[in-house]
């Protein structure tokens, strides 16, 4: 994009010469206010919109000389609400644009059928129609029917915002997954900074009059904004979001004040140290059940009825020291609970040695910026 604008009748500037390169088989979120432009310069790219002045590229062909509706159908395109043809089955419809392109209604089908698991849709669900799938299975229809054609470029706009948080964590997750697959070319609109953090390989930040902030990756942003505009529209919380590029992997992790349901006296005896005021207490599946302090642990019939809460396990070898530090803090004790991916407790760590974790994290980071620069 160079030196896109879009000016319309009355004056209005929706985006003032916007220069960008959005990096191949990447996601790129657009973020920012209300009014900033960010809908508007994703619809120029396929031309919804036409703008005013400058040059859109896409493989080094300018999208104005090309035939609009060649240009569209060379593009998915997900929108707030799916926006699925009510009349048609849940099959049809991702089978649109194939169809359009004159594919046999076989093979579009096959097709369909195809990306209904890639997006984790039941087959059992291609004979319905939009109206009999919960929001979130619509969401996941409209993002197949934008893959259906295999296109190089994918648009978003807003395509999760309509439904609840959980769902939208799923579709979040389903949708890096995806790219993980097939690595496409997106450009996604979104209001939510978190939403942008987790999802994008680099981030353009749009301030009012449709200009840009600054365009860099999720962990450069949090932890350089650019001016006091993309401080502010961060939030307060930033070093807390940037913890999320931080792995907890590295921590040290404590299985001593660990012990089974069915403990022995001995074993509890041996598990008690001074520094660790509470036991972990597992299934004999080695699944967290709570903490208790050793005095009041039963040998050989612990009840977990009166254990305490041990919050929300991390995964050590996956998660980050957001997440540590999030059980950490959710934990009654002060001590944050790891397991591997089987649930399995692989140890416990204190709120302290993550805060050390964390301020070694931030001591080695400019060296790694810079190198990566």
């Not at 919109?49 to 060379?74: A, C, F, H, Q, Y």
Request: proline share 7%; glycine share 8%.
């Amino acid at each position: 994009m160079d030196s896109v604008t879009k000016r319309y009748p009355d004056g209005t500037v929706a985006v003032d010469r916007l220069s960008l390169d959005i990096p191949d088989r990447a996601i790129t979120v657009f973020v920012g206010p209300s009014g900033c432009g960010k809908t508007t310069t994703l619809r120029m790219i396929n031309r919804m919109i036409e703008p005013s002045e400058g040059t859109i590229l896409i493989d080094g062909k300018d999208v104005l000389k090309e035939p609009v509706n060649t240009l569209r159908r060379s593009m998915g395109y997900v929108i707030q609400n799916a926006g699925l043809f009510q009349h048609r089955t849940i099959i049809d419809n991702i089978a649109t644009v194939p169809r359009l392109l004159g594919w046999d209604k076989g093979r579009a089908r096959d097709r369909a059928r195809e990306l209904m698991g890639r997006v984790g849709l039941d087959p059992s669900l291609a004979k319905r129609y939009p109206y009999q799938l919960s929001g979130g299975q619509q969401q996941r229809v409209g993002v197949a029917r934008a893959l259906a054609a295999d296109p190089p470029v994918l648009l978003m706009d807003e395509p999760f915002s309509a439904v609840d948080p959980i769902v939208r964590k799923g579709l979040q997750d389903e949708l890096l997954r995806i790219q993980e697959e097939l690595g496409k070319t997106i450009v996604f609109v979104t209001h939510d900074i978190d939403e942008a953090v987790k999802i994008g390989t680099k981030v353009a930040v749009m301030r009012t009059g449709g200009r840009l902030a600054q365009f860099a990756p999720p962990a450069e942003l949090l932890t350089d904004p650019a001016d006091a505009f993309v401080e502010d529209f961060l939030g307060a919380d930033r070093g807390i979001r940037r913890l999320s590029f931080f792995p907890a992997a590295g921590l040290p992790l404590l299985t001593t004040p660990v012990v089974a349901v069915d403990a022995t006296a001995e074993q509890i005896a041996a598990r008690t140290t001074p520094d660790v005021p509470y036991l972990l207490v597992t299934g004999l599946d080695g699944r967290p059940l709570g903490w208790g302090e050793p005095r009041n642990l039963t040998a050989g019939r612990i009840d977990p009825t009166r254990l305490l809460a041990h919050g929300r396990p991390f995964e050590h070898a996956t998660d980050s020291l957001r997440a540590a530090l999030d059980c950490a803090v959710l934990s009654p004790t002060g001590w944050a609970v790891a397991v591997g991916a089987d649930g399995r407790v692989t140890g416990v760590v204190a709120q302290h040695t993550i805060a050390e974790a964390i301020r070694s994290a931030h001591a080695a980071r400019p060296d790694t910026e810079k190198a990566v620069r």
